[in-house]
């Protein structure tokens, strides 16, 4: 599966985004989508993940109430929303997916082996 990330640019704190996870190639029957993100010099860290089937999501206990996971099947597109937005949340966004019979939602980044190119965003105070 191919994942394109996109919808980030530069947004003035308090401002918002919507970031899309476009999928490609052949039919996306990966269950598990998860956002990460990494800014410079840190490691990259888990921002919110979906299970398309179930709809259930998993968010990073820090942005929970600021961005929201969702999805649409139809169009093989997974959504980040990003409300509030802070400088700190600038850093380059990532899209990945979890093996297509895996439900479970996972955390860990070395769990997802399908990953988009990423998106920059930045937040100016």
């Known amino acids: 599966v191919q994942l394109q990330a996109s919808g980030g640019g530069l947004v003035h704190a308090g401002g918002s985004l919507r970031l899309s996870c476009a999928a490609s190639?052949?039919?996306?029957?990966?269950?598990?989508v998860g956002w990460f993100r990494q800014a410079p010099g840190k490691v990259r860290e888990f921002v919110a993940a979906?299970?398309?089937?179930?709809?259930?999501?998993s968010s990073a206990d820090s942005l929970k109430g600021r961005f929201t996971v969702s999805r649409d099947n139809a169009k093989n597109t997974v959504y980040l929303e990003m409300n509030n937005l802070r400088p700190e949340d600038t850093a380059t966004y990532y899209c990945?997916?979890?093996?297509?019979?895996?439900?479970?939602?996972?955390?860990?980044?070395?769990?997802?082996?399908?990953w988009g190119q990423g998106t920059q965003v930045t937040v100016s105070s």
């Open positions: 979906i299970n398309r089937h179930s709809g259930s999501t």
């Open positions: 990945a997916a979890r093996g297509s019979a895996i439900t479970v939602i996972s955390r860990s980044p070395s769990q997802y082996p399908y």
């Open positions: 190639g052949r039919t996306f029957s990966n269950n598990v």
